[in-house]
């Protein structure tokens, strides 16, 4: 695991991002609301790291991937990267800062051109921003292809002649094609197979360590987050509740929700099943076009207070090494797991 040096500035610096959606509510009598999807998110992200996010289906973790691309225009808030904000930047200039910031999406065949040789998705980003052509852009598109596992005699082929794994690996090699500092991976091993996720996994740390990345990996797979990710950010409802490093994350969470969400990873052996020693994550996530008012959490959480239903509490360190916990009392060793969930 990559220590984050926090003496160094931070490649990415998100802070205070928010992404109100305006929508309309009600058949008859119709009522214009706001949807928080995100709604006051900082981190930091530092070179060569995996910086992962991770919650439950509509946590606003996807859309925090896309806000950092600006693919969404944030309503609120900065977007730092290498100190400059990419939200003061004109289309044409955030089009030129895409070449260090790259994304690898979730669904590998709808996010491939069907229309398209292999050969020609990949070259797409080097012919858009004039990087090469003829011969050598031929010459790059069969190394990455090398790279990432394909073999070059794939390259005249299209996206449906390949299994989901490949098309994944395709998009990589499109994701790489720029030399990016940055890579945004949106539930990119979501739709795999389990078996393909590890394959998928493994040829991320590789490149990582081969071309010097950094990533931001987003996921609701606690599994694969730990197993690529340096630290991780948990969100619950727009906001991020809890950032540790992965091994202090999963030793001994801090937030009730990071508990809950431990919880539900399924253990084979049941005779630690009872060994966990976590509240299981009840009840729903409340709408975000009405969350609740103080700590948003406390509608599901075992140890709330009346203070946690009147009063927001902010995202603060606590026990050093940047480990972050937006709750009044975060949880200590009486209500940490008791077993070491791999």
């Known amino acids: 695991m990559k220590i984050a040096n926090r003496g160094q500035a931070p490649l990415l ?3 205070g991002l928010k992404k109100h959606f305006d929508i309309t509510k009600g058949w008859f009598a119709k009522k214009r609301v706001l949807l928080k999807a995100v709604d006051g998110v900082d981190f930091k ?6 910086f992962g996010i991770v919650g439950e289906s509509g946590c606003g973790k996807s859309t925090t991937g896309n806000l950092v691309l600006r693919l969404l225009e944030a309503s609120e808030g900065e977007i730092l990267f290498e100190g400059q904000d990419l939200r003061k930047l004109t289309s044409e200039q955030m089009r030129e800062k895409r070449k260090d910031i790259q994304m690898i999406f979730q669904d ?8 398209m040789r292999v050969e020609d998705i990949i070259a797409e980003p080097l012919r858009s921003h004039k990087v090469l052509e003829g011969g050598q852009l031929r010459q790059r598109v069969l190394e990455l292809m090398d790279t990432v596992g394909l073999s070059p005699s794939f390259a005249p082929r299209y996206p449906h002649e390949f ?6 690996r395709i998009g990589i090699a499109r994701a790489l094609a720029l030399k990016p500092k940055l890579i945004v991976c949106d539930e990119a091993v979501s739709a795999l197979d389990v078996s393909i996720q590890s394959q998928i996994l493994n040829l991320l740390s590789r490149l990582q360590r081969e071309f010097d990345l950094t990533y931001i990996f987003i996921g609701h797979g606690l599994p694969a987050v730990k197993h690529i990710s340096d630290r991780i950010a948990v969100m619950y409802l727009g906001k ?24 539900s990873i399924p253990i084979s052996d049941p005779s630690l099943r009872s060994q966990k020693g976590m509240p299981v994550l009840e009840g729903d996530i409340p709408s975000p076009t009405n969350p609740p008012a103080g700590c948003r959490f406390h509608t ?9 239903i009147q009063e927001e509490p902010p995202l ?16 200590g060793s009486e209500h940490s797991c008791s077993t070491s969930i791999s």
Do not use: D, W
Request: hydrophobic share 25%; glycine share 10%; proline share 8%.
């Open 316 to 331: 603060k360190e606590v026990e050093g090494e940047g480990r972050m916990v937006a709750c009044h009392e975060p949880i």
């Open 13 to 15: 610096e998100v802070k």
């Open 240 to 263: 991020i509740v809890e950032v540790a490093g992965k091994e202090q994350l999963f030793r001994q969470p801090k937030h009730p929700y990071t508990q809950g969400l431990l919880s």
């Open 163 to 168: 299994s989901g794994g490949q098309r994944q």
């Open 300 to 308: 599901r959480c075992p140890y709330a207070t009346e203070r946690c």
């Open 108 to 115: 590998p065949f709808s996010s491939l051109n069907p229309r």
């Open 45 to 50: 992200v530092y070179r060569g790291e995996t």
